[in-house]
């Protein structure tokens, strides 16, 4: 397993974040300790999670699991880079919820319960709250800094210019800000490339895509792969209007003898922005695969033949403007 740093921070990840979001209503509790075992067994040392995780299961349940994981004992903390998140309801009143001061006080101490640790390596705003101050939502990360309670601090799902916002408000306070960017990102969804990877490069932010296989779409769909997804109606549009760039890619795929869902991780890593995509395996098979992603190199031929497939946007503004 190679490793890369978190943005500008000197901290080293796994190229490989092991997402979570299917232990507990996807995947039973031994079934995710496997899968645990398994990724930290082949070095990677990097473990995504959020406190709303878990549902059919209920909020809260993901972080649970990796709690009772990391309380069997051994260096299992020390081993890895705990990341977890919040901003999603996690019960009906109005302030369980968002990034105001107080649910970043109490949330945080939440999570640091369920997880059974006494500090989380990478705290995320799962979303950004318009509601929220920068100067209030800084205010409360800076004091959980101080208290030891968390060491970075990063987001998701933010917008270019919300990266931008956020890191000079932390600027003037004279603190870190945004360490790490989760964002929407594989070969079916590029736009990102427009404005926030521009963003991240610029502040120094670690990219860590998310649904790296466009929810099992790059998968092989048309050739077998991902059949717990395939049936979906969803599923079933979403291939309709891709087909024919789906055949092109599936068959590039299988005249480099690699599966599909494989080669879509690798393509990830060969981007200069990405530290880490996410994977998220229902089983050790799917993560078998996901580690093995880490040692395809591809060419710049076959990088350029999986761009003429799947076109990016191309830079901003010229994308969209003279």
């Known amino acids: 397993m190679r490793y890369r740093r978190l943005g500008r921070t000197a901290l080293q990840v796994s190229e490989v974040c ?4 299917n232990f507990g209503p996807t995947t039973s509790e031994p079934e995710s300790f496997a899968i645990l075992d398994r990724a930290l067994a082949h070095g990677v040392n990097f473990v995504d999670t ?3 995780y878990g549902g059919s299961t209920g909020v ?5 699991i990796i709690g009772n994981w990391l309380a069997q004992g051994g260096d299992r903390r020390e081993q890895i880079v705990l990341a977890t998140k919040l901003y999603e309801p996690m019960s009906d009143r109005p302030n369980d919820r968002g990034l105001s001061a107080r649910n970043i006080r109490l949330a945080c101490d939440a999570s640091l319960r369920r997880l059974q640790t006494d500090h989380i390596d990478l705290y995320q705003m799962h979303h950004l709250d318009r509601a929220a101050p920068w100067d209030e939502v800084w205010q409360a ?4 800094v101080a208290q030891g309670k968390i060491t970075y601090v990063g987001s998701s799902n ?3 210019w919300t990266v931008a916002q956020a890191n000079e408000a932390a600027r003037s306070r004279h603190f870190l800000g945004l360490v790490s960017e989760q964002s929407l990102y594989n070969l079916t969804e590029r736009t990102i490339e427009l404005e926030v990877i521009p963003a991240c490069e610029s502040y120094g932010l670690g990219l860590l895509p998310w649904s790296p296989l466009g929810g099992g779409i790059l998968a092989g769909v048309l050739s077998g792969g991902d059949t717990g997804r395939r049936g979906s109606a969803d599923m079933q549009r979403r291939v309709a209007s891709l087909r024919p760039q789906l055949e092109q890619w599936e068959a590039l795929c299988a005249d480099l003898g690699e599966q599909p869902s494989d080669v879509g991780i690798a393509w990830l890593l060969h981007q200069p922005a990405v530290t880490a995509p996410i994977v998220g395996p229902r089983t050790i098979a799917q993560l078998d695969g996901a580690l093995h992603a880490t040692s395809i190199e591809l060419s710049r031929d076959v990088l350029d033949r999986i761009d003429a497939i799947f076109p990016g946007p191309g830079p901003a503004p010229e994308a969209y403007a003279w």
């Not at 092991?18 to 979001?21: A, I, P, Q, R, V």
């Not at 809260?60 to 649970?64: D, L, R």
């Not at 990360?141 to 959980?144: G, K, P, S, W, Y």
């Open 158 to 160: 933010f917008a270019g």
């Open 18 to 21: 092991l997402g979570t979001m």
């Open 141 to 144: 990360m800076e004091t959980l």
């Open 50 to 52: 959020a406190n709303q």
């Open 60 to 64: 809260g349940a993901t972080e649970t």
